[in-house]
């Protein structure tokens, strides 16, 4: 099989795992499903040579990991944590630099880690509806086509879910 379109079937999976995630309640299964779709990524990218993103989700991967056990087990997540996880997307960023394209992982990736930082779940749904415009960019030019489906769900799924909280708080 042509490594382009394993790398097309493998960013399916991931979309389904992260779609799903964004419609969870619990920041910690928020987490949990986007550390197994950001695994998968990691694939994906891979296959399509594209590194910065690759290291990217490796990071995110460790990041949503750790902060899926922290928020599981109602812990906070130390100010330590955002500042390793920073310098370290900070670190692989200039390590896989390739152009102005290869900042838009980092810069996305940066985003994501000081959203789950935060508590507030719906902080995070805003971050990933904001990124997902950003990502049909990305995945447009690095060949990653099948992800600019899962971008356009994620931003559905973005939405909906924003609106089915915030429905859910008022009638409390």
């Given amino acids: ?9 493998i960013g399916g999976f991931a979309i389904l795992f992260w779609v799903i995630s964004i419609q ?8 949990f ?6 695994l998968i990524y990691t694939f994906q990218y891979v296959l399509l ?3 910065s993103a690759s290291a990217m989700n490796v990071v995110s991967f460790i990041r ?6 922290k928020r599981k087990n109602q812990e906070n ?10 310098v370290l997307i900070l670190i692989l960023g200039i390590l896989t630099y390739n152009g102005y394209l290869s900042l838009i992982p980092v ?5 994501y880690a000081i959203s ?8 995070i749904r805003i971050i990933f509806l904001i990124a997902g415009f950003i990502w049909i960019y990305y995945n447009y030019m690095v060949g990653a086509y099948i992800c600019i489906v899962g971008n356009i769900l994620e931003i559905i799924s973005g939405i909906i879910s924003l609106i089915r909280f915030k429905t859910k708080k008022e009638k409390c």
Wanted: proline share 0%; aromatic share 22%.
């Fill in 1 to 9: 099989m042509n490594k382009y379109i394993l790398a097309q079937i």
């Fill in 24 to 31: 969870k309640k619990e920041q910690y299964k928020i987490l």
């Fill in 33 to 38: 499903l986007q550390a197994i779709a950001n």
């Fill in 49 to 51: 040579g594209v590194f």
């Fill in 64 to 69: 949503s990991y750790i902060f899926f056990k």
């Fill in 77 to 86: 997540i130390s100010n330590i944590w955002l500042i390793f996880f920073i």
């Fill in 107 to 111: 810069i996305i990736t940066l985003f």
């Fill in 116 to 123: 789950s930082w935060i508590k507030d779940s719906k902080w």
